[in-house]
């Protein structure tokens, strides 16, 4: 939608300076001078429409610097904002594979303790069958 604003306001422009400069010469043209005042003025008309055109290229530069800037002001920040996502990220998975080596090591522990359990029982059974 923006961009159909510009292009309106752009085509806008260029009308407006074409329509001043076929006005001027059609002006110029009917008006009872000499040649060289005619010469002298489509001379400084011309200058004149040239200044007015470097202007709006001036502003047009400035334009698209601005817009330039600020596509880069926000891909910047939406690049923190990724990074900060994948730190986040990053430290929630480190909590959690921490928490599975934790349950983990007790896991292992009480199958430690399962299998001493175990060991005892075999060797009390043993002893407890060669006395009989």
Do not use: C
Request: aromatic share 4%; proline share 1%; hydrophobic share 40%.
């Amino acid at each position: 939608m923006e961009n159909n604003k510009g292009n309106l306001a752009k085509g806008l422009v260029i009308g407006f300076i074409a329509g001043s400069i076929v006005g001027a010469i059609i002006a110029l043209l009917y008006a009872p001078k000499s040649g060289k005042e005619l010469r002298a003025d489509i001379k400084s008309k011309g200058e004149d429409l040239l200044g007015e055109a470097e202007q709006y290229l001036a502003r047009a530069r400035e334009k698209a610097t601005d817009i330039i800037n600020e596509g880069k002001a926000r891909s910047e920040k939406l690049i923190a904002q990724a990074q900060q996502k994948a730190e986040t990220i990053l430290k929630d998975a480190e909590q959690i594979l921490s928490a599975a080596k934790e349950k983990a090591g007790q896991v292992s522990e009480e199958a430690g303790k399962l299998k001493s359990a175990m060991k005892a029982g075999i060797e009390t059974y043993k002893s407890e069958r060669g006395k009989s």
